[in-house]
């Protein structure tokens, strides 16, 4: 397991992102504009391939998003509570109308009980029966353990809707998108948000109450933040006597067993508890073992004894807990028994481990699964020894779910695609704590089973309902089993995560997972442990990405240091690691640094790599952009030509990493003067980006803002114009306001205002960059002395005289000390302020 590299752009890419690059002059010559900067993309992996969203295809309505359980059998309509769930909905309103506003609102309800009492059932009763009568236009199932979740739902229903600009590139811009639309649109919807853990999770994601919309959240919180806002409380408890008796009617009646039902059923449901999960379990056994409810309840009073002589003195499980210790106890012995005899132990014990939520029903075909259900089934081959145990088929471990499903321990629904498999979070958390297995092993196979089934391009829209389940098990299975997955060393599948992360332009959760898979690695493994080393790296990747460059550099400094401390100068993470600080110090204006670095980098790499190795072609294409960044651009092209040549050769016209040649070297082009060739290839790079990612891919918004800046230097500014006011809206979508990306942008649009003598819209635009760029970048940073040069030169051409002149002395004097005298941005500011000084 490696770190993430960042990207060969336009930027100096060590290896991952997307950047910033500077286009050539920091200030402008009399009566012009200087171009601020050029948005040229980096693609984060050289072979990242990503999903072309094409058409949108035209809204069926009503439309569902996501899959509600199935109801269960026998399922209790329980109508005094749907009565009061139906009365919050009519009643809700004015509740919230009288804490509100005078706007017709809808309250939310929230489901609160202990587990195993049917909440998520009644819940989906009303999605099931809005799907069925049509009662809403939109009908949506959200899985709330997580933001993640939540957003990823969110973003999904933006891009079934075809909300504008929502293509699966910024989840959470689809979730915004989406929640704004709930705000605004006329059409009937109901969503549900199921299993709410956090109410932290939902502070920005709870959906708006409105007339034509309706929320139902289930949660165990009885927190104020769950029920504030008008949303009220229902509590949920269990059975009736009657619902209990009816449950286990109709559930025996059903399968044509009517006879297992006696004197004693009334009984056995007071000695369950009327709990509806117990009730299940018991049923399922009952239905298995063609046995009484006489029987069974004999069988649970011993089953019970047995239970409490196994349990520590001290155990004191809750009213829930016990019922569903027993019943699970009974059930799990008798499924063990039952062909394929030996494995429903250690299936339920795996299962126990991932997301209550679901998972594919695919893992269980996976080798990780099936060599472990093999050991568990023949611990030892104690039986016969010298005879190799027999392994298990795919097709035992599909019998065994079935078989888990049969007595109420899993429900198994194919249809449900990556949930099709689901346990009762009571029923996981009862069977983790009566567990036979080593759990290590058992957190071993499912994360090796998890990592198998996860998809290459996991940034793609079609594969983001797998990706998020995946995710989804993986949190679960790391909560359940910490310590296990962190030994002998950091499992892979936690690092895929936080790569999916990334993938998915989730930064802020991504930095937030780095940070603590960080921790938990220096925990477990100690601060020098190559895999600790990765999560910083890793850490310190997702702070550059995110434009938070500072705290990328303090990281990788320290990364940097440790590596040639414990892997030597020439270990290829090393040399990584040193690419990586030198694009962080490329971004924060370090040039010479950074040239520094990328020039040992090159040569290291010549040295063991050879000439023609793809890392090798990405050192080269680094260096051009810092050398082109300190103003050496003849070397600069030199080096881009070659990089494209090479690429090209290599790689392949269309790959990413070719594409990017083609835009840098036009950057290059372009800082020299040679407009006509930048503007050929970046009209190449923009079409190319868009055949191959798509129109509104992040990377092909890049491409358009480059292609803007060559109109714009060929002084084609009205073609130059439309594209940058859309690449600004889209990026400040996307990244968001503060993003360097963005900031560039909008700089870029200022210039060509200004190109078009529209100073009046270029100027508070460009005060705006400047004061964003001293606040992100600092006053000192070349990106910030190129938007006081813009400013001053449109203040000039406004004929504000003095304050143009006295801007333009200030990034003077700051280029001089920071640049040095020499450099080509020093020299056009030196002119420009000799001729506006002579011409007052």
């Known amino acids: 397991m490696t770190d993430l590299a960042k990207p060969m752009p336009a930027t100096p ?57 199935a109801l269960a059998s026998a399922f209790q309509p329980r109508e005094s509570l749907r009565a009061q769930i139906r009365a919050a909905r009519s009643d809700g309103s004015d509740v919230v109308l009288t804490q509100h506003s005078t706007s017709t609102a809808a309250a939310v309800d929230v489901l ?13 009763w009303f999605a099931h029966h809005a799907i069925r009568e049509q009662t809403a236009d ?72 409105g007339g034509n919309g309706w929320t139902i959240a289930t949660t165990r919180l009885r927190t104020a933040a769950i029920t504030s806002s008008g949303r009220r409380r229902i509590n949920i408890d269990v059975y009736a006597l009657d619902e209990s008796m009816a449950y ?37 056994y009952m239905i298995n073992e063609a046995e009484t409810c006489t029987a069974y309840l004999n069988r649970y009073t011993t089953g019970r004894q047995r239970l409490t002589e196994l349990m520590p003195a001290d155990a004191e499980p809750d009213a829930y807990g016990r019922p569903i210790d027993v019943t699970l106890l009974l059930n799990l012995t008798a499924a063990n028994a039952t062909t394929p005899i030996g494995l429903a132990r250690p299936a339920l014990e795996l299962a126990a481990l991932l997301d209550p939520a679901g998972h594919p029903d695919d893992l269980w075909t996976t080798p990780a699964i099936t060599e472990y259900l093999t050991a568990q089934r023949n611990p030892n081959n104690a039986s016969q020894p010298d005879e190799p145990a027999t392994p298990v088929t795919t097709d035992q471990a599909r019998a065994v779910v079935r078989l ?135 850490l310190a990747f997702s702070y ?45 204006g370090r040039t010479t640094e950074a040239i520094t670095i990328q020039e040992q980098v090159l040569t290291d790499r010549e040295r063991i790599l050879g000439s023609d190795h793809p890392n090798t072609i990405r050192a080269r294409g680094n260096l051009a952009a810092s050398y082109r960044q300190a103003g050496r651009t003849n070397d600069a092209v030199t080096l881009n030509e070659q990089v494209l040549a090479d690429s090209e050769r290599i790689l392949g016209p269309d790959h990413p990493a070719t594409i990017r040649a083609r835009g840098n070297l036009a950057v290059s082009y372009q800082q020299t003067g040679r407009t006509n060739d930048a503007l050929t290839l970046n009209e190449q790079v923009a079409t190319d980006r868009e055949r191959i990612l798509g129109p509104e891919h992040p990377d092909t918004i890049r491409a358009r803002a480059n292609l803007a800046a060559s109109y714009r230097q060929a002084g084609r500014t009205s073609d130059a114009i439309p594209i940058e006011e859309q690449v600004l809206t889209d990026f400040e979508r996307i990244l968001g306001p503060e993003h360097p990306d963005t900031v560039t942008a909008r700089g870029n ?74 450099h080509p941005s020093t020299i056009t500011a030196i002119a420009a302020l000799h001729t506006w000084t002579t011409s007052q």
């Open 13 to 69: 890419a060590g290896e991952g992102g997307a950047s910033v690059t500077d286009s050539g002059s920091a200030t402008a010559n009399h009566g012009g504009t200087a171009v601020s900067g050029i948005v040229n993309g980096g693609i984060k992996n050289e072979h990242h391939e990503h999903y072309h969203a094409g058409p949108a295809s035209p809204i069926v309505w009503p439309v569902q998003i996501g899959r509600p359980p």
């Open 112 to 124: 609160a009980g202990g587990g195993g009492v049917g909440k998520t059932q009644l819940a989906a």
């Open 138 to 209: 939109l009908v949506m199932w959200v899985t709330a353990g997580t933001e993640d979740q939540i957003i990823a739902a969110y973003a999904r229903a933006a891009t079934r809707l075809n909300l504008p600009g929502a293509i699966g590139a910024d989840p959470a811009g689809d979730a915004t998108a989406f929640c704004e639309w709930l705000h605004t649109t006329d059409r009937r919807w109901i969503i549900v948000l199921d299993d709410v853990t956090d109410a932290a999770h939902l502070q920005r994601w709870w959906p708006p109450a």
């Open 248 to 284: 286990l009617a109709q559930r025996l009646t059903s399968e044509g067993l009517a006879q297992l039902l006696d004197d004693q059923t009334a009984d056995l449901t007071e000695t369950l508890g009327h709990l509806p999960l117990a009730l299940a379990h018991a049923a399922a």
């Open 404 to 538: 888990l499903h049969r007595y109420g321990l899993l429900t198994h629904t194919p249809t449900d695609g990556p949930r099709a498999v689901r346990i009762h979070a009571l029923t996981a958390r009862a069977t983790r704590e009566r567990t036979t297995t080593n759990t290590a092993v058992t957190a071993h196979a499912a994360a090796d089973a998890l990592k198998h089934l996860w998809p290459a391009n996991d940034h793609t829209l079609q594969a983001a309902p797998l990706v998020q389940a995946l995710r989804a098990n993986t949190t679960a299975l790391h909560t359940n089993a910490s310590a296990a997955l962190w030994q002998p060393d950091g499992h892979p599948l936690l690092y895929t995560v936080g790569n999916s992360l990334l993938n998915a332009g989730l930064h802020t959760t991504a930095t937030t997972y780095w940070h603590t898979l960080t921790q938990h690695a220096h925990t477990h493994l100690g601060p020098d442990h190559p895999d600790t080393l990765t999560a910083r790296a890793n």
């Open 544 to 588: 550059w990405q995110a434009g938070r460059t500072t705290e990328a550099i303090t990281i990788e400094e320290q990364v940097l240091t440790d590596r040639e401390r414990i892997l030597g100068s020439d270990h290829s993470d090393t040399i990584r690691a040193r690419a990586n600080l030198a694009v962080s110090y490329w971004q924060a």
């Open 749 to 822: 649009l200022a210039a060509s205002y200004g190109q078009a003598g529209r100073t009046s819209d270029a100027i508070p635009i460009e005060e705006q960059v400047l004061a964003d760029r001293e606040r992100i970048l600092g006053p000192d940073h070349p990106d910030t002395l190129n938007a006081r040069g813009n400013l001053a030169a449109s203040c000039w051409q406004a004929g504000r005289t003095n304050d143009a002149i006295t801007l333009l002395r200030a990034v003077v004097s700051d280029s001089e000390r920071v640049l040095g005298p020499q």
